[in-house]
């Protein structure tokens, strides 16, 4: 080809690429929201938790879900296996056997500063509020990849519903609207359970490690980890013990899918630009070929034609 | 064969009874084969209303840690890159002008059309919420920073691609002369445009992994999964239109026009050599992925045995196979070559989705699909091969466009 | 039809393959569980492994019958105490107790020779001589289902009383006190080496300091544990040196005037699990054991020159009776304090100053160290868990809690009268509160306050720390009471209550003022833990409901825990609602 037309495919190519890095869908709608506001959370001292399960009744009882039996003798079968969150129980309690002796730990959504499902959602029905909340709406497909990406698989799908819904702890954000603390932080008898802001319950996690040494591992769970959640606990034995995985890194989960999703305006940009560009160059080959064929045969002719 | 100048259609009432004409089957309709899909879709519609009746739970196994099962793997995840020909082809004959790879572009092109017209319907019956299926695409809050988000959108936006290339083809058959022009002419940007939706998706569809880090084996996660979905798909596609195409050679012989069975062994020449290279830029990948992520440690166990078998012998061995038929000049051993390389794509897809996904729970946990889902799968395929099929014994598809047709490309 | 074939036995092969796969793949399990090793009793048997020269075994480790040895020369004819040369060496006639004899180098080829030679000859040996010999083969001696045996010895505790003894027996034999028969030191700056190890009276101290090899220590005595070290004489080489020849003569003493069977136990043990037993006896078996004596102290007056509190009255008498042994307190030698603890820091004393050395919080050495773990012994942890440490407390305002220990030099008596409930008013102090101020879901708790408060002065009055630190009830008060002074707790009509401080509802702005019903169940739960008890704690008490421990549930209360008051009864009208639509 000639100059001219290598600088038209360049200039248009680089052009395009430009044009194309101005579509950002990178960007999860959670960041940028939350200036004036401040998460809230929950910080679970399992030192305290004595395992009486008034939580999951509280929780059932303020989100009209079945509510469970929570006597000492349903107690004692309850715990003989580990339990996971399920469609009818945002929050479950279990007891694990430690070195220190028995822990009891409450477990429900972590409420992620910056949560992988709803990075993935693709309707953004899981929302993260400016207050923190992580909460679903109605507006879900039930395409099911916030399970996928759940680090702590909470998200949980009715599957036996023919619309189903997603449910999971959503921090009680109606009752917060109305300035209520969440259903289980009101039922906790020990407050092993204690609601505020984010920074001020790390403030209290912070001071009750200084005040009781050797107490408490020296770590916030939840502070740091996947960038930080809202649901922090305190331990008194190292947090693998008693089912917290200590494996997920300190990288907030959307930022694994950031790479695909940034080279996206680029390969928009570029290939059109660059398919045309190479379709262009092939043509105009194949009409020179042609051209020398066609001359040649002349010559050709001409020579014969003598 | 072809026929002299067809009358054109210009109103819908001629379309309908030339419609109801096309429909009378060509041939005996009570092949064994015809009889078995028709049992098995009529089993599988009736289990797609019992579906939708009554939710996914009594219908298949999936489960709170097996969210996705044989629909979004066989179908989504591997159907996907099954039609990935439909992109490759066309870059193949469009952009790099090879026209000897012509004659089997309409058959790709119709065989991607359809996978993706029947693997979004798929996706239908999967969806918890099927009802509002559409809130991604009206805004109904656009989840941009979702890379399904992506894959949807792009779904949606190539699916136009192909039925706009492939429209002159049922341009020509109901014989509408400048509507065939016109779209004749937009052949080049949508190839364009298709090849950057297909880059986008194909790699999306690994990208939807890359947060499941914790969850997958660490020899299939990988952050660079984008990467590996669209190199295989780039094979994948062309794998299955030398499967393809070589069942319908011989099956729909009255259909293929002289041009197209003098090309074909050639086209699966020039086919196989090309997935020699890209297979072994995807095995070569693999190999410096696993490497560089202290993966290999993994390799003695049984996943990793199992990863071998999957790479090894569905990847690695398929590419010798490739250079042993190419060399030799074999179809029958490119043929084999082209279904192991399938399989191992399909394997692979549903390692990602099901089988190497929370590898590490007891099998009492683990996700088996039910017979219902499997017939559901089936009844899919099935109705995909009976419009297939309908679609090549009436339109040119496996033989050149009609002269007039022809008169009216640039080229 | 070939091909054919071939095409066939292909697509076989794969999906056996596959479905063989997919089978492996779907039944794997994630965990293993390590085995288990079992530990053997000891029963005299050595395990012979040297994993220190071999590294990874390539045969297992060889279990050693120590006993069946000895017995079996015994059964020839030999005595008990003259067994021992024939595989150990003899040293200016005393017994050294190593195995093989002839060690050369220490690498695997040369002990691996060293055993072989001494072990398998002596058997040939003697089977060649049709007496009842031991294996030649190695898989005899090297046997496969002890690969993962092991051995373990209790260590041997020398506790007050052994020692006690032996000073008495040995005055009985010899007529006198002689320390230097197995105490002794070493002079590091004595150039000859023959004449290093002396004995000074006055400098008796245990054998730890200086033949405990893997502890660090201060230059001094590192010098003299490196000497050691280099001779090999670790405290179970020195220890077995010093004990086994001085039993091994007494025994053969007692055996050659024919006295063995009836004073047995008077020579002394010389078999691995006769001394070896795993059984140790408690502080209180020792407390009477009359301690040696070294010329120490009852009562030393511990004053520090230009420090700027009072010095203190140590009780050393009742310390030594309430520790098993010197090196609780005398870590590094049996010197005091102050000798290697200076107020600024000496190299001596790994610079940590007397202050320190006196007061470190989490130290087993220290005052303050040992009393705050005897802080978390039952009976007291039920306050002091959340009394904070010491060093922290003296940080605030109760500076007079210093006073108690640096009040001078005391000549009296040193501990205090015992605490009384009759002190205080019973209009003031209540017999029993009846607690229904969040009266809901339960009845109200009838808390039994006077018997409380009786219990913990038992328990204080009958531990001699605890005396010695409550100066007066008022600080058994302070143990629930926290946060009001004393003055104020004696109002009659204000009493201090919980509530003063602890609102109902939870403040968000001070998350550390817990709210009411939290105050409540963590002050009285906390305790009830921390004190082990059956009812009230988290511990679950066998049968009924642990909350009915302290107030039963109200038989017509209300249903629901949470007040949901103010909650609409139809949520999923409304946008933020999530949960099952009904």
């Given at each position: 080809?000639?100059?001219r037309?290598?600088l038209?495919?360049?200039g248009?190519?680089i052009?395009?690429a430009?044009?194309?890095?101005?579509?950002r869908p990178?960007?999860?709608?959670?960041?940028g929201?939350?200036?004036?506001?401040?998460f809230f959370?929950?910080?679970?001292?399992t030192?305290?938790?004595?395992?009486?399960?008034?939580?999951?009744?509280?929780c059932?009882?303020v989100?009209y879900?079945?509510i469970?039996?929570?006597?000492?003798?349903?107690?004692?079968?309850?715990?003989?296996?580990?339990?996971k969150?399920s469609?009818?129980?945002?929050?479950?309690?279990?007891?694990?056997?430690?070195?220190?002796g028995?822990v009891?730990?409450?477990w429900?959504?972590?409420?992620?500063?910056?949560?992988?499902?709803?990075?993935?959602?693709i309707?953004y029905?899981?929302e993260?509020?400016e207050?923190?909340?992580?909460?679903?709406d109605?507006r879900?497909?039930?395409?099911?990849?916030?399970?996928?990406?759940?680090?702590?698989?909470i998200?949980?799908?009715?599957?036996?519903?023919?619309?189903a819904?997603?449910?999971?702890?959503?921090?009680c954000?109606?009752?917060?609207l109305?300035?209520?603390?969440?259903?289980?932080?009101?039922s906790?008898?020990?407050?092993?359970?204690?609601?505020g802001?984010?920074?001020?319950?790390?403030?209290e996690?912070?001071?009750?490690?200084?005040?009781?040494?050797?107490?408490?591992?020296?770590?916030?769970?939840?502070e740091?980890?996947?960038?930080?959640t809202?649901?922090?606990?305190?331990?008194a034995?190292?947090?693998?013990q008693i089912?917290?995985?200590?494996?997920l890194?300190?990288?907030?989960?959307?930022?694994?899918?950031?790479?695909?999703?940034?080279?996206?305006?680029f390969i928009a940009?570029?290939t059109?630009?660059?398919m045309?560009?190479?379709?262009?160059?092939?043509?105009?080959?194949?009409?020179?070929?042609?051209?020398?064929?066609?001359?040649?045969?002349?010559?050709?002719?001409?020579?014969?034609?003598? | 064969?072809?026929?002299?100048e067809?009358?054109?259609?210009?109103?819908?009432?001629?379309?309908?009874e030339f419609?109801?004409?096309e429909?009378?089957?060509?041939?005996?309709?009570?092949?064994?084969?015809?009889?078995?899909?028709?049992?098995?879709?009529?089993?599988?519609?009736?289990?797609?209303?019992?579906?939708f009746?009554?939710?996914?739970?009594?219908?298949?196994?999936?489960?709170?840690?097996?969210?996705?099962?044989?629909?979004?793997?066989?179908?989504?995840?591997?159907?996907?890159?099954f039609?990935?020909?439909?992109?490759?082809?066309?870059?193949?004959?469009?952009?790099?002008?090879l026209?000897?790879?012509?004659?089997?572009?309409?058959?790709?092109?119709?065989?991607?059309?359809?996978?993706?017209?029947?693997?979004?319907?798929?996706?239908?019956?999967?969806?918890?919420?099927?009802?509002?299926f559409?809130?991604?695409?009206?805004?109904?809050?656009?989840?941009?920073?979702?890379v399904?988000?992506?894959v949807?959108?792009?779904?949606m936006l190539?699916i136009?691609?192909l039925a706009?290339?492939?429209?002159?083809a049922?341009?020509?058959?109901?014989?509408?002369?400048?509507?065939?022009?016109?779209?004749g002419?937009?052949?080049?940007?949508?190839?364009v445009?298709?090849?950057m939706?297909?880059?986008?998706h194909?790699?999306?569809?690994?990208?939807m992994?890359t947060?499941?880090?914790?969850?997958l084996?660490?020899?299939?996660?990988?952050?660079?999964?984008?990467?590996?979905?669209?190199?295989?798909?780039i094979?994948?596609?062309?794998?299955?239109?030398?499967?393809?195409?070589?069942i319908t050679?011989?099956?729909?012989?009255?259909r293929?026009?002289?041009?197209?069975?003098?090309?074909?062994?050639?086209?699966?020449?020039?086919?196989?050599?090309?997935?020699?290279?890209?297979i072994?830029?995807?095995?070569f990948?693999?190999?410096?992925?696993?490497?560089?992520?202290?993966?290999?440690?993994?390799?003695?166990?049984?996943m990793?045995?199992?990863?071998?078998?999957?790479?090894?012998?569905?990847?690695?061995?398929?590419?010798?196979?490739?250079?042993?038929?190419?060399?030799?000049?074999?179809?029958?051993?490119?043929?084999?070559?082209?279904?192991?390389?399938?399989i191992g794509?399909?394997?692979?897809?549903?390692?990602?989705?099901?089988?190497?996904y929370n590898?590490?729970?007891?099998?009492?946990?683990?996700?088996?699909?039910?017979?219902?889902?499997v017939?559901?799968?089936?009844?899919?395929?099935?109705?995909?091969?009976?419009?297939?099929?309908?679609i090549?014994?009436?339109?040119?598809v496996?033989?050149k466009p009609?002269?007039?047709?022809?008169a009216?490309?640039?080229? | 039809?070939n091909?054919?074939?071939?095409?066939?036995?292909?697509?076989?092969?794969y999906?056996?393959?596959?479905?063989?796969?997919?089978?492996?793949?779907?039944?794997?399990?994630?965990?293993?569980?390590?085995?288990?090793?079992?530990?053997?009793?000891?029963?005299?048997?050595?395990a012979i492994?040297?994993?220190?020269?071999?590294?990874?075994?390539?045969?297992p480790?060889?279990?050693?019958?120590h006993?069946?040895?000895?017995?079996?020369?015994?059964?020839?004819?030999?005595?008990?105490w003259?067994?021992?040369?024939?595989?150990?060496?003899?040293?200016?006639?005393?017994?050294?107790?190593?195995f093989p004899?002839?060690?050369?180098?220490?690498d695997?080829?040369?002990?691996m020779n060293?055993?072989?030679?001494?072990c398998?000859?002596c058997?040939k040996?003697?089977?060649?001589?049709?007496?009842?010999?031991?294996p030649?083969?190695?898989a005899?001696?090297?046997?496969?289902?002890?690969?993962s045996?092991?051995?373990?010895?209790?260590?041997f505790?020398?506790?007050?009383?052994?020692?006690d003894?032996?000073?008495?027996k040995?005055?009985?034999?010899l007529?006198?006190?002689?320390?230097?028969?197995?105490?002794?030191?070493?002079?590091?700056?004595e150039?000859?080496?023959?004449?290093?190890?002396?004995?000074?009276?006055?400098?008796?101290?245990?054998?730890y300091y200086c033949?405990?090899?893997?502890?660090?220590?201060?230059?001094e005595?590192?010098?003299?544990?490196?000497?050691?070290?280099?001779?090999?004489?670790?405290l179970?080489t020195?220890?077995?040196?010093q004990?086994l020849?001085?039993h091994?003569?007494?025994?053969?003493?007692?055996?050659?005037a024919?006295?063995?069977?009836?004073?047995?136990?008077?020579?002394?043990?010389?078999?691995?699990?006769?001394?070896?037993?795993?059984?140790?006896?408690t502080?209180?078996?020792l407390?009477?054991?009359?301690?040696?004596?070294r010329d120490?102290?009852?009562?030393?007056?511990?004053?520090?020159?230009d420090?700027?509190?009072?010095?203190?009255?140590?009780?050393?008498?009742?310390?030594?009776k309430?520790?098993?042994?010197?090196?609780v307190?005398?870590h590094?030698?049996?010197?005091?304090?102050?000798?290697?603890h200076?107020?600024?820091?000496?190299?001596?004393?790994?610079?940590v100053?007397?202050?320190r050395?006196?007061h470190?919080?989490?130290?087993?050495?220290?005052?303050?160290?040992?009393?705050?773990?005897?802080?978390?012994?039952?009976?007291?942890?039920?306050?002091?868990?959340?009394i904070?440490?010491?060093?922290?407390?003296t940080?605030?305002?109760?500076?007079?809690?210093?006073?108690?220990?640096?009040?001078?030099?005391?000549?009296g008596?040193?501990?205090?009268?015992?605490?009384?409930?009759?002190q205080l008013?019973?209009?003031?102090?209540?017999?029993?509160?009846?607690?229904?101020?969040?009266?809901?879901q339960y009845?109200p708790?009838?808390?039994?306050?006077?018997?409380?408060?009786?219990?913990?002065?038992?328990?204080s009055?009958?531990n001699?720390?605890?005396?010695?630190?409550?100066?007066d009830?008022?600080?058994?008060?302070?143990?629930?009471h926290?946060?009001?002074p004393?003055e104020?707790?004696?109002?009659?009509?204000?009493?201090?209550?919980?509530?003063?401080?602890?609102?109902?509802a939870?403040?968000?702005?001070?998350?550390?003022?817990?709210?009411?019903?939290?105050?409540y169940h963590?002050?009285?739960?906390?305790?009830?833990d921390?004190?082990?008890?059956?009812?009230?704690?988290k511990?679950?008490?066998?049968?009924?409901?642990?909350?009915?421990?302290?107030h039963?549930?109200?038989e017509?209360?209300?249903?629901?825990?949470?007040?949901?008051?103010?909650?609409?009864?139809?949520?999923?009208?409304y946008?933020?609602?999530g949960?099952?639509e009904?």
């Amino acid at each position: 080809m000639n100059r001219r037309t290598f600088l038209k495919v360049m200039g248009s190519a680089i052009t395009g690429a430009a044009a194309g890095s101005l579509i950002r869908p990178g960007v999860s709608g959670a960041q940028g929201v939350f200036d004036d506001k401040e998460f809230f959370g929950i910080l679970i001292d399992t030192t305290r938790c004595i395992g009486c399960r008034r939580c999951e009744k509280g929780c059932a009882e303020v989100n009209y879900l079945p509510i469970p039996d929570i006597s000492e003798k349903a107690n004692q079968d309850i715990f003989t296996k580990k339990r996971k969150t399920s469609v009818t129980e945002y929050t479950v309690t279990n007891l694990y056997e430690t070195e220190k002796g028995k822990v009891y730990v409450p477990w429900r959504c972590m409420h992620c500063n910056q949560p992988a499902c709803h990075s993935a959602c693709i309707v953004y029905a899981l929302e993260k509020r400016e207050t923190g909340h992580v909460t679903w709406d109605k507006r879900c497909i039930g395409c099911r990849l916030c399970m996928m990406s759940c680090p702590y698989n909470i998200p949980q799908h009715v599957f036996d519903e023919p619309s189903a819904t997603i449910q999971k702890c959503n921090l009680c954000y109606g009752r917060f609207l109305q300035g209520i603390v969440p259903g289980c932080v009101e039922s906790c008898p020990t407050e092993a359970l204690m609601f505020g802001t984010r920074r001020k319950l790390l403030e209290e996690g912070k001071r009750r490690i200084a005040q009781n040494p050797g107490k408490y591992v020296n770590h916030i769970y939840g502070e740091l980890e996947v960038g930080g959640t809202s649901t922090m606990y305190l331990s008194a034995v190292p947090f693998e013990q008693i089912g917290l995985r200590t494996d997920l890194g300190l990288k907030h989960y959307p930022e694994y899918s950031q790479v695909y999703l940034s080279a996206i305006p680029f390969i928009a940009g570029i290939t059109p630009i660059a398919m045309l560009g190479i379709a262009h160059v092939i043509r105009m080959a194949k009409k020179d070929a042609k051209k020398e064929e066609h001359h040649e045969e002349e010559h050709h002719e001409d020579k014969i034609g003598h | 064969m072809e026929k002299t100048e067809k009358r054109e259609i210009r109103t819908i009432g001629e379309f309908w009874e030339f419609f109801k004409s096309e429909l009378k089957p060509k041939g005996n309709p009570w092949t064994p084969f015809n009889l078995i899909s028709g049992t098995v879709m009529v089993l599988g519609f009736i289990f797609i209303i019992y579906r939708f009746l009554t939710g996914l739970s009594p219908t298949t196994n999936l489960s709170q840690m097996y969210p996705w099962g044989i629909w979004k793997g066989a179908v989504v995840n591997s159907g996907v890159a099954f039609a990935g020909g439909g992109y490759t082809l066309a870059f193949i004959v469009y952009i790099l002008g090879l026209e000897r790879y012509r004659p089997m572009l309409r058959e790709t092109v119709l065989f991607a059309f359809l996978a993706y017209v029947f693997y979004a319907g798929a996706l239908t019956v999967e969806l918890g919420r099927w009802h509002v299926f559409y809130n991604p695409f009206i805004g109904n809050k656009y989840g941009v920073s979702s890379v399904l988000f992506i894959v949807a959108w792009h779904f949606m936006l190539y699916i136009v691609t192909l039925a706009l290339e492939f429209s002159p083809a049922a341009a020509e058959w109901v014989g509408m002369k400048r509507a065939r022009k016109i779209l004749g002419a937009a052949a080049l940007g949508a190839v364009v445009f298709g090849v950057m939706l297909s880059i986008h998706h194909q790699a999306g569809l690994g990208a939807m992994f890359t947060m499941a880090k914790g969850k997958l084996h660490p020899l299939w996660y990988s952050e660079f999964m984008p990467i590996l979905y669209f190199i295989s798909s780039i094979y994948a596609g062309p794998s299955v239109m030398i499967v393809v195409s070589s069942i319908t050679q011989r099956l729909y012989a009255h259909r293929v026009d002289e041009e197209y069975r003098k090309a074909h062994p050639q086209i699966v020449l020039g086919l196989g050599r090309m997935c020699i290279g890209v297979i072994f830029a995807y095995l070569f990948l693999q190999l410096i992925l696993v490497h560089h992520e202290h993966d290999l440690q993994y390799i003695n166990t049984a996943m990793g045995l199992w990863w071998l078998v999957e790479v090894g012998a569905l990847g690695l061995i398929p590419m010798f196979l490739f250079i042993h038929g190419v060399q030799h000049k074999n179809l029958s051993t490119i043929n084999m070559a082209a279904v192991l390389a399938l399989i191992g794509v399909l394997l692979n897809r549903l390692n990602n989705v099901f089988i190497a996904y929370n590898w590490y729970l007891p099998l009492s946990l683990k996700y088996r699909p039910t017979w219902m889902e499997v017939i559901i799968l089936f009844t899919i395929i099935f109705i995909d091969v009976w419009v297939f099929r309908w679609i090549i014994n009436r339109m040119h598809v496996l033989s050149k466009p009609p002269e007039w047709a022809r008169a009216m490309e640039k080229h | 039809m070939n091909r054919k074939l071939l095409y066939f036995a292909v697509g076989v092969c794969y999906l056996i393959l596959i479905i063989y796969g997919l089978y492996a793949v779907y039944t794997v399990e994630a965990t293993l569980r390590a085995k288990e090793v079992p530990a053997i009793k000891p029963e005299n048997k050595i395990a012979i492994a040297h994993t220190e020269i071999f590294g990874k075994l390539e045969r297992p480790q060889v279990i050693f019958d120590h006993k069946k040895h000895t017995e079996a020369f015994v059964k020839e004819g030999k005595k008990e105490w003259d067994t021992c040369d024939t595989c150990h060496t003899v040293e200016q006639d005393s017994l050294i107790f190593d195995f093989p004899k002839k060690v050369v180098k220490k690498d695997k080829t040369s002990v691996m020779n060293a055993y072989h030679d001494e072990c398998i000859e002596c058997h040939k040996k003697r089977s060649s001589e049709n007496k009842k010999s031991g294996p030649v083969v190695c898989a005899d001696c090297h046997k496969e289902k002890e690969k993962s045996i092991e051995v373990k010895y209790p260590v041997f505790e020398f506790d007050f009383y052994v020692h006690d003894k032996h000073v008495k027996k040995l005055k009985e034999k010899l007529g006198k006190d002689d320390c230097s028969l197995c105490h002794h030191t070493y002079d590091i700056h004595e150039e000859d080496e023959e004449l290093a190890l002396v004995y000074e009276k006055g400098t008796e101290e245990s054998c730890y300091y200086c033949h405990e090899l893997d502890r660090k220590r201060g230059p001094e005595l590192a010098a003299i544990a490196r000497v050691a070290a280099k001779k090999g004489l670790s405290l179970k080489t020195a220890s077995h040196l010093q004990c086994l020849n001085c039993h091994l003569e007494y025994q053969k003493e007692a055996g050659k005037a024919g006295r063995l069977k009836e004073d047995e136990k008077e020579a002394g043990p010389t078999e691995c699990v006769k001394c070896h037993t795993g059984k140790y006896r408690t502080v209180a078996e020792l407390e009477k054991i009359p301690r040696p004596d070294r010329d120490q102290p009852e009562r030393p007056y511990i004053n520090i020159k230009d420090a700027k509190l009072k010095g203190v009255t140590f009780d050393h008498d009742y310390h030594q009776k309430t520790h098993k042994n010197c090196r609780v307190c005398h870590h590094e030698t049996l010197k005091a304090c102050k000798d290697c603890h200076s107020l600024v820091g000496k190299p001596e004393g790994n610079g940590v100053n007397v202050a320190r050395a006196y007061h470190d919080v989490f130290s087993e050495h220290s005052c303050e160290g040992c009393h705050n773990k005897k802080k978390s012994e039952k009976g007291c942890f039920g306050c002091h868990y959340n009394i904070a440490p010491m060093d922290v407390e003296t940080m605030g305002p109760k500076k007079e809690s210093c006073k108690i220990c640096h009040s001078g030099e005391i000549k009296g008596p040193l501990s205090r009268p015992p605490l009384s409930v009759a002190q205080l008013d019973p209009e003031k102090v209540k017999k029993e509160i009846k607690i229904k101020v969040l009266e809901r879901q339960y009845e109200p708790a009838e808390f039994p306050h006077l018997n409380i408060i009786k219990k913990l002065v038992d328990i204080s009055n009958k531990n001699k720390l605890a005396n010695y630190f409550h100066k007066d009830i008022q600080t058994i008060c302070e143990g629930c009471h926290h946060q009001s002074p004393a003055e104020a707790e004696v109002q009659k009509d204000s009493p201090p209550y919980c509530r003063n401080c602890h609102a109902v509802a939870p403040d968000l702005q001070n998350l550390q003022k817990i709210r009411l019903l939290t105050a409540y169940h963590n002050q009285c739960m906390g305790c009830h833990d921390a004190m082990q008890l059956e009812k009230g704690s988290k511990l679950r008490s066998k049968e009924g409901n642990r909350c009915a421990d302290c107030h039963k549930v109200k038989e017509k209360g209300p249903e629901s825990i949470t007040s949901v008051k103010n909650f609409p009864k139809d949520p999923w009208k409304y946008p933020w609602y999530g949960g099952m639509e009904r």
